[in-house]
């Protein structure tokens, strides 16, 4: 049995169904992560941490350098900040997959990170939050303007 409708209802039809399925997988993603390491400065890591050996003492210490002032939001697990981060250490610094996990490590719980706050020196950007819309709010938005075209 087959429907005739008019092809720009069934093109709304079909956006809807897009829309409630992306709804649905939305729900269950991990949010994005409050700080945008895309526009950080990697050359703290970069510029020490060289192979082809990669020394670990220098380049955990490099690595140590650069992250620990993210630890609260690179150790919380219901954000995707620890992956998009070694995403872009790996991008800027062409790093051996697992590098800085299986060379850098001082005990159970990782790497110890000073108490201290980070210095005032430290890149400006890098205390930058970012917030970017919702997914659902986009393709809701997506969709009400195809649906009153």
Known sequence: MAFNLPSSVSRQL????????????SAHAIPGCPVNFEFLN?????SKCKGPRYPPSICCGAFKEFACPYADVLND???????TMFSYINLYGKYPPGLFSSECREGKEGLACPAAAP????????????????????LSAGFLILLFQ
């Open 42 to 46: 990697y050359t703290i890591i970069t």
């Open 14 to 25: 079909l956006l809807l169904l897009l829309l409630v399925l992306f709804i649905g997988l």
């Open 119 to 138: 210095s005032t020196s430290a890149d400006d950007t890098a205390s930058q939050i970012v917030h970017y819309p919702s997914m659902i709010m986009v």
């Open 77 to 83: 697990l219901t954000n995707d900040c620890a992956s």
